[in-house]
C-alpha cells in the first residue's frame, strides 16, 4: 500500500481550515472600508502614500528574506508584512510626501521586524516602531495634517497634481493645511484658552461622517470599529483587548472631563480621535506582540488605554497610542510570566487540587 | 460555521477544546453489519493496559468460541479468549498496531467456520450475587475499557468499591470525529448497555449513574432516555458535542462539577467513567457468560466506499475489515482510532485489538497537512487547551532544549488530545513536540534513578571496603596482640623454668 511516509505521522491526523494567509486577509479585508473612505476624503496623495508604505514594507520583508538566503515568496504570500505596511499608512498624515511612506515601510518590515527573526519574533509592533521612528525623526512632516476635502469636490486636487503633491514638489496651501483636535486642544491649552473657549465654533469637533483632519484611520475611526467587531465576530480577535483599551482611554475621560471640562477632553473625542480606534482593534490586538492569556490581554489593554490617556492630557505629544503600545509591548513577556492560566486539577500556585474538597462538591 | 451562528453560539459550551467538522454521518447512521467470519484470526494477548497474557492452548490444539487461551499474569492483566472456533496454527509474532510496526506477541486461529461456543455457566440473578463476585465474572470475561485506555474492568470496579464512588459515570461522548461505534452500540443496544450500568452500580456501590452523550448523537439519546425510563438511578445526560468531552477529566467536570486533582484518580473524588461500549461488554459477559471477544468497529474515512460499523471478532486483521467496506481508493493513511489521537497504522495486516474504536483511510485530501510555520502566538492553543495549559510557551520550550522549562509550565499534565495542533494556524506539530518532550524526560528520570543507584551501591561499596580493612587492621592487631602475649607468656613460662632449674640447682 502507498502509503504517505513523508509526513510525521502522528495524531492529529486532520486539522482546522485556519492559517495565518486566511488571518492577515480577513484583517485587511475589514480595513477595506475605511481606507477607501479615506481615499474619498483626502484624494489622491493619500492613495499613492498608501501604495509606496505598502510597497516599501513588502520590499523591506522581501530584501531580508533574500539576504538571509530564504525563499521571499511563501513568506510574502502570508500577509503579514501587507498588514504591517497597510496599518503604517492609515496611521499617517494623508498628504505626507512619498519618501515618509517609503522610509517607514522599510523600517517597519526590515529593522521592527526581521531583524528579530521574521514574523512571531519582534517584541514591538512593527507598524508602530515605524511610526514612532518616523515622528521623532521628521516631526514637520508628520504633524501637518489636511482638512478633508472629498475628491469629488472642486477643490481636491485632481491626479496630476495629487502626484505633485505627494513627490513633495509644490508645498500644501496653508489653507488647507490643519491640525488634528487632539493637536489643536494641545496647542491651544497652552497657549491659555481654555477648551470651553476654543473649540467652540471651531472646524475641530468631532464629526461622525470624519470630516475633520487626522490620518486615515483616525477620521474614519467608526468604520474602523465597524470592522473591529466584524473581527471579533469572526473570532480572529478575542474582546479582551479591545475593551480594555477602550475603557481604559474612557474611564479617566470621563472622570476628568467630569471634574474640569475646560481642561480635560470629552470622552467622545477622545475615543474617536487619532488612533484609538484604530489602536484598540487592529493594533494592540497584533497576537505577536501582545499577552496570550485572557486576564494578561485585559491587563494590557486597560495599560494601553491608560497610557495613551496619560500620554495626550499630560505629555508631550498630542496623540500617545504609538507609544503606549510599545510600552506596552515591552512589558508583555512580563506580564506572560505572572498572568498564567490554571491548569485544571491544580490551583492558581500550581499545587493539586485538594480530593477532599472535590468530592464534596455536588 | 456561518457569522449568525457564530453568535448564537451555545454560551454554555465548555471554553476548553475545539469542535472539528466531526464527519460522523453517514456511517453513524448506516445498520450495524456483521463481518463474515475471516479464514484466519490474529488474537494478540497484550490488547489491555498492563502484563501481557500468558497462553494456555498448544499450536494444534482445537478451541471453542469463548475459550480461555490466555490467562493474565499480575495484577493488572486481562484473560485472552477464542473469539470463534478453531484451531491454533501459530503462537508468536505479528505486526502490532502501532505505528512501530514491531512485532507483538498473538495467537493464531484457523477459523472452522462453525463458530462452535463453550458452554456458559451465567447467573439467575446476578443482583443476588456479592458485588465481588460480579467483578469476578467481569475479571474472568476479560472485559477492558473500550473507550480506549483498555483498563482492566475489574480492577477499576473493584478500586471504585475501595474509594466509596458514589457516581458512575458513563462516557458516551464519542467526541472523536469519525467515530460512531458507541453511537452504534446505544442505538442499537440500549437496553443492554442500561443493563451493563445497572451492573457497574452493582459492583461499585455508586447510588447513581450519570450518562453523558454528546447533543450531536439525538438518536442514541432518545434511545438511551427509553431504556433508562424503568431506572431512576440512571440519568441521561446530554453534554456539548465539544472536543475533547470524552476525555475523563473533562467529561467528569461537565457532569459534576468535580475537578479531578491533578495527581489523583477519578475515583479519589467518589467517581468512576466507563464507557457505553464497556456497559455493553459488562452485560453480555455476567448475563450471557459471553467473554470481550468481538466489538463494533468503525470503518471510516474518505477512501472506504460503504463507511459504516462493523461487528468483527477480536484479532480480524484490518485488511479484512477495509475489504468488506470496499475502498474507494488507495488510502494515504491508514488510522486506528479517531482522526485526534488515533496511530498510524504502518500497514492493513494488522489486527484489531479489544480498544479498537475504528479504522480510518484517509484519502489523499484528508491528510494533506501543511508545512509548519513560525508560532505568530495568536493564542489559539491556549484557548482551545482543555488542561489550561500554554501550548505554545511549552513548545518553545521545548525547540530550544529546555525540557525543564517545558516541565515547569505543566509538560506532565498533557493529555495528548491534540485540539493545540487542530488549531494551529501556523500547523505546528504541537503534540509531536510534547511527546518527544516526554519520552527525554522520561529517559532522564530513568537515566537519573539508575545514577542514584549506581552511586548508593558505590557508595555502600566504599564502605563496605573500609570496613573490611577496619576489621582486617583489627584482625591483624588482635592476631599481634594475640603473638605478643603468647611470646610474652613463653619468655615467662621460659623464666620461670629457667629459675625452678636454678632453684632445684641449689
Known sequence: MNLNQLQPPTAPHSLSANSVSRIMLTVLATLVPATIFGFWLYGWPALFLWIITVLAALLGEAACLKLAGNKALPTLSDGSALVTGWLLALSLPPWAPWWIGAVGGLFATTLAKQVFGGLGYNLFNPAMVARVFLLISFPVQMTVWIAPMPITSAAAPGFHDGLLIFLGNIPKPDAIASASLLGFAKTELSRGTDLLHSLVGSAYGISLTGARAGSLGETASLLIAAGGLVLLALRIIAWHIPVSMIAGIAIPALVANAIDPARYLDVTSHLLSGGAMLGAFYIATDYVTSPNTKAGQVVFGLACGFLTYVIRTWGGYPEGVAFAVLVMNACTPVIDRYLKPRILGRNWRGAPLDPAVERAKS | ?506
Not at chain 2, 440473578?125 to 467483578?135: I, Q, S
Not at chain 2, 467528569?252 to 467517581?271: M, Q
Not at chain 2, 464497556?278 to 468481538?294: D, K, M, Q, S, Y
Open chain 2, 1 to 506: 460555521m456561518g457569522l449568525i451562528e457564530k453568535f448564537l453560539h451555545n454560551p454554555k459550551a465548555p471554553r476548553w477544546g475545539v469542535h472539528p467538522d466531526d464527519h460522523k454521518r453517514p456511517a453513524a447512521d448506516a445498520p450495524l453489519r456483521t463481518l463474515p467470519l475471516p479464514a484466519r484470526l490474529y488474537v494478540p494477548l497484550l490488547q489491555h493496559v498492563g502484563q501481557p497474557a500468558r497462553p494456555v492452548v498448544l499450536v494444534g490444539q482445537e478451541v471453542r468460541k469463548g475459550q480461555l487461551i490466555a490467562e493474565p499474569q499480575g495484577r493488572i492483566s486481562a484473560p485472552v479468549h477464542a473469539p470463534t472456533s478453531g484451531r491454533i496454527v501459530a503462537i508468536g509474532e505479528i505486526t502490532a498496531p502501532h505505528p512501530s510496526g514491531l512485532p507483538f506477541e498473538a495467537i493464531t486461529i484457523e477459523t472452522d467456520g462453525h463458530d462452535r461456543a463453550v458452554e456458559a455457566d451465567v447467573p439467575a440473578d446476578p443482583f443476588t450475587l456479592a458485588p465481588a463476585e460480579v467483578t469476578a465474572l467481569i475479571s474472568a470475561a476479560g472485559v477492558v475499557g473500550l473507550g480506549g485506555a483498555t483498563f482492566p474492568s475489574s480492577v477499576k470496579l473493584a478500586l471504585g468499591k475501595r474509594s466509596e464512588i458514589t457516581t458512575l459515570i458513563v462516557n458516551g461522548g464519542e467526541c472523536e470525529p469519525y467515530l460512531s461505534c458507541d453511537d452504534r452500540v446505544m442505538r442499537d443496544r440500549a437496553a443492554d448497555v442500561i443493563d451493563g450500568v445497572r451492573l457497574m452500580l452493582h459492583c461499585t456501590g455508586a447510588r447513581e449513574a450519570l450518562v453523558g452523550i454528546e447533543d450531536n448523537k439525538p438518536e442514541a439519546i432518545a434511545a438511551m432516555r427509553r431504556a433508562a425510563t424503568r431506572f431512576p438511578e440512571i440519568k441521561v445526560r446530554p453534554v456539548p458535542a465539544r472536543y475533547p468531552m470524552g476525555s475523563d477529566r473533562q467529561l467528569i467536570e461537565t457532569l459534576t462539577g468535580k475537578e479531578v486533582p491533578s495527581d489523583c484518580r477519578a475515583a479519589d473524588v467518589g467517581v468512576i467513567v466507563n464507557n457505553v461500549s464497556t456497559a455493553n461488554a459488562v452485560h453480555r459477559a455476567v448475563r450471557l457468560g459471553e467473554p470481550l471477544i468481538e466489538r463494533i468497529v468503525t470503518i471510516n474515512g474518505g477512501a472506504v466506499w460503504q463507511p459504516g460499523n462493523i461487528l468483527a471478532p477480536i484479532g480480524t486483521l484490518a485488511a479484512d475489515l477495509l475489504a468488506f467496506a470496499g475502498l474507494k481508493s488507495e488510502p494515504a493513511r491508514l488510522v486506528m482510532g479517531g482522526p485526534m489521537m488515533g496511530a498510524v497504522l504502518p500497514h492493513a495486516r494488522v489486527p484489531i485489538v479489544k480498544g479498537s474504536a475504528g479504522i480510518l483511510a484517509f484519502n489523499e485530501d484528508e491528510v494533506a497537512i501543511p508545512e509548519a510555520g513560525p508560532c505568530i502566538r495568536c493564542g489559539n492553543c491556549v484557548q482551545a487547551c482543555p488542561i489550561g495549559l500554554l501550548p505554545l510557551e511549552m513548545a518553545a520550550n521545548v525547540r530550544v532544549g529546555d525540557l525543564q522549562a517545558a516541565a515547569s509550565l505543566g509538560l506532565s499534565d498533557c493529555i495528548s488530545c491534540g485540539c493545540c495542533a487542530y488549531i494551529c494556524p501556523s500547523h505546528i506539530p504541537l503534540v509531536q513536540y510534547f511527546s518527544h518532550a516526554k519520552g527525554e524526560l522520561w529517559a532522564q528520570e530513568r537515566d537519573k534513578l539508575r545514577m542514584e543507584a549506581t552511586r548508593k551501591l558505590a557508595a555502600e561499596r566504599a564502605v563496605r571496603l573500609e570496613r573490611e580493612a577496619a576489621e582486617k587492621a583489627e584482625a591483624a592487631a588482635r592476631r599481634k596482640a594475640e603473638r605478643d602475649a603468647a611470646k610474652r607468656a613463653e619468655a615467662a613460662a621460659k623464666a620461670a623454668a629457667e629459675s625452678a632449674v636454678t632453684e632445684v640447682a641449689e
